[in-house]
């Protein structure tokens, strides 16, 4: 193990003088100088203070701020598997269409395969979107479909697709905001997405927010693995940790400052398999999420990721550590300690008690979302702290399982427990292998026997005294240790395992209620009288949403065209049936379709739709009256008086050989004249001996008739 002998490799010139001045040879002082300084100070770094008393940003506040549109995006890593939310860093927009960039991951990635989701919908895309020359992927089901293109780089790229920089290329001085061939993002993972607005009447239902959320599931960055020596993508607890300290921008490691135990025992015991109670298994530890990193140092930016591991770091001299959350058995048993005095505390002060914990972790099922697990309470320590309730809350935002956060959450109960210590204490020269997160057992003889039991090493300060008790050099080495026990990390999925309730998340909008279905009348009844004339119109209804609405929508369209945007309706328009109802102007003859949904608080409804709805018009027109007709030399003069009515408009004449008006033909076209008014006509090139038959009507607006009138009839001249 990493926790043995982990010597500090540095030679101290200073030391080896106060030895040579005290008598020693200078073989002897080199000697001395060089045993010395090979034992660094160490001290175990509890990241579950930090985690559960240094609140950090959940999940969903880390996506929040990473989907605000901006040109100097954070600089975050995405490890494991999960779903990243991508920053806009450019969606300018051309003609109908926008053509954005969103920042994935401030690094190449793996992402092999991927799904992406906009405004948490999903967008099932067909096509190669890793061909940045190429068409992209395109969506193929509603609402995207024939409305959105997909490019994605993965880091390895030199350019934008090649349709941003010919469809959407930068023109300097007319179109400097689109794109040039260097916008390129070098380096990054980024995804490239061309969004067509669609027809105006389906864009609020498409795209809710511009630019729309942008979140892609997959796997991410690329990790070495210093076991293998190859660099591929992970989600080993240990490797990512070792990962964002060694690349971070802020103060990388060397891999000379990491100390091994990050390169071989953590890995390991985060690779190692534990059972589940639904008959599976999964790794010990795994890591998930986005870390974003800020001003600060480092390490306090990793403790969230360290907690959802149940690791600590250690400092070992001048290197850092990986305390895996494991036990680690006793490596040395301690039958004395130096020193005149020590102290034995065996109780916390209240503000840093818990006896009751929430945790809080990365939920798949939820789309990576936080969850939060059953509150543990801690067995026994409510009564042990005389029934005063401490509650803290620990998140875990890089703990992708929720079986692995029941596991931490056990883990940091029982170690937050912890009262009893030894402080102040000198362990003796057999101690020097151990280091902070290392146990040792502590076997004392009475009276000091009731202290015995396994520790572990929360400091330990290896010196020397150049001249110890019998005058010569002596080993010292002060410690703090905390009473440990191997129960903590017991795990027995039939009875620690809790059932999680995991809600599938439904893309539909339904947080408002669609309306009733519609019902329309049409004809005289809805049709307005403006005393000149006529308007149709349909009069649709529809029974409220039984959710809390500020108003309702409604869009109509001539079948097969468009759908156009009719008029908002308030909430509290009721008819005498309590329907919600409005009016569409239309033209008699033609059909349409109308379609209606709610507003409210919590979004819009689906859509209530129509179809094959014509508005009527019904005119009872007066017949023309006073008819006559006169024959003549191979023509008949007809005459009718128009009525007196306020809806005429014109006269038709129409003749026939018999004296029936279905068998009649129009002679001519209508005749628009006033009303009260003597029109006549004249039927040419009869004939001899011919007798006809007339019969006139009136027309009015909207193809409006009257009955056909009494025939008249005439016969030409012999």
């Known amino acids: 193990m990493p926790f043995l002998a982990p010597l500090v490799a540095s030679i101290t010139s200073g030391i080896s003088s106060v030895a040579t001045a005290l008598g020693f040879s200078a073989a002897t002082s080199a000697t001395i100088a060089s045993s010395v300084v090979k034992f660094g100070a160490s001290f175990l770094i509890n990241s579950a203070i930090s985690a559960i008393f240094g609140k950090k940003p959940k999940a969903q506040d880390v996506a929040r701020d990473l989907a605000q549109p901006t040109t100097a995006p954070a600089y975050r890593f995405v490890y494991g598997e999960c779903r990243a939310t991508g920053t806009p860093v450019g969606t300018p927009v051309n003609g109908a269409k926008i053509y954005g960039a ?89 995804i490239w997405l061309k969004l067509d607005a669609g027809a105006s009447g389906e864009r609020q239902e498409r795209w809710p927010s511009t630019p729309p959320l942008v979140e892609v599931e997959g796997q991410w960055s690329l990790i070495e693995d210093p076991r293998t020596g190859t660099t591929a993508w992970s989600e080993n607890h240990a490797l990512c940790c070792r990962d964002a300290l060694m690349n971070n921008p802020i103060r990388g490691y060397q891999s000379g400052q990491i100390h091994a135990s990050f390169d071989l025992d953590g890995p390991n015991a985060c690779d190692e398999v534990v059972a589940l109670n639904s008959g599976g298994s999964e790794a010990r530890y795994t890591c998930a999420g986005t870390l974003v990193f800020s001003d ?70 939820r789309g990576f979302e936080t969850a939060e697990l059953t509150p543990l309470d801690i067995p026994g320590a409510l009564d042990s702290d005389g029934g005063v309730s401490a509650v803290k809350t620990m998140d875990l935002p890089f703990c992708p399982s929720a079986t692995q956060a029941m596991r931490v959450r056990k883990i940091t109960g029982l170690r937050l427990r ?110 307005l009288s403006t005393g000149g004339g006529i308007i149709p119109r349909i009069r649709f209804a529809f029974d409220p949403s039984t959710s809390s609405i500020t108003a309702y929508e409604w869009q109509y369209r001539e079948t097969a065209g468009d759908y156009q945007s009719g008029n908002l309706i308030g909430q509290e328009v009721r008819d005498g049936s309590g329907k ?25 409804s689906g859509w209530v739709e129509i179809t094959g709805v014509t508005p009527v018009v019904n005119i009872t027109i007066d017949i023309p009256i006073e008819g006559a007709a006169v024959g003549g030399a191979g023509q008949i003069t007809v005459s009718f008086r128009t009525p007196n009515d306020a809806d005429f408009r014109a006269i038709e004449f129409y003749g026939s050989n018999t004296n029936d008006s279905g068998a009649a033909s129009l002679i001519g076209t209508a005749i628009y004249t006033s009303q009260n008014t003597i029109v006549s006509i004249t039927e040419s090139s009869l004939g001899t001996s011919v007798t006809r038959y007339y019969f006139a009507r009136s027309r009015g607006d909207y193809n ?3 009955a056909f009138t009494a025939s008249v009839s005439a016969t030409t001249d012999p």
């Open 102 to 190: 969103w920042l994935l991951n401030s690094r190449a990635s793996d992402l092999s395969t991927f799904t992406l989701y906009l405004d948490k919908r999903e967008v099932v895309l067909t096509g190669n979107a890793f061909d940045l020359t190429g068409a992209g992927a395109t969506a193929t089901e509603a609402p995207f479909l024939n409305h959105v293109n997909v490019w994605v780089s993965r880091g390895d790229h030199t350019a934008p697709p090649t349709e941003f920089t010919t469809d959407a290329a930068y023109v300097g001085g007319t179109a400097e905001h689109l794109w040039k061939t260097t916008d390129a993002w070098k380096g990054r993972t980024m």
């Open 296 to 365: 600060g140092e480092i390490e306090d930016q990793l403790n969230p990721m360290m907690m959802s591991g149940a690791a600590d770091f250690i400092r070992i001299g001048g290197k850092l550590g990986y305390a895996a959350g494991v036990y680690r058995a006793p490596t040395e048993t301690l039958t004395y300690l130096l020193g005149d005095s020590f102290e034995f505390p065996d109780m916390l002060p209240g503000s840093e008690l818990v006896n009751q914990l929430r945790v809080t972790y990365l939920s798949p099922a």
């Open 418 to 527: 912890r009262q009893e210590r030894i402080q102040g204490g000198t362990l003796p020269p057999e101690a020097f292998n151990l280091v902070g997160g290392a146990t040792a057992a502590i076997a004392l003889p009475a009276p000091y026997d009731a202290l015995n039991g396994v520790y572990e090493i929360e400091g330990i300060h290896p010196g020397f005294d150049p001249i110890g008790e019998s005058g010569e050099v002596a080993m010292r080495m002060p410690a703090s240790l905390v009473k440990h026990d191997a129960t903590i990390y017991d795990w027995t999925p039939a009875t620690d395992e809790e059932e999680v309730f995991n809600v599938t998340y439904d893309s539909t909008r339904t947080g408002t209620a669609s309306p009733g279905s519609i019902s329309v009348t049409t004809g005289d009844a809805v049709n």
């Open 704 to 706: 409006s008739a009257s």
């Open 580 to 604: 919600v109802f409005d009016y569409l102007t239309g033209t008699p003859g033609q059909t349409y379709e109308i379609r209606v949904r709610a507003i409210g608080p919590n979004g819009t």
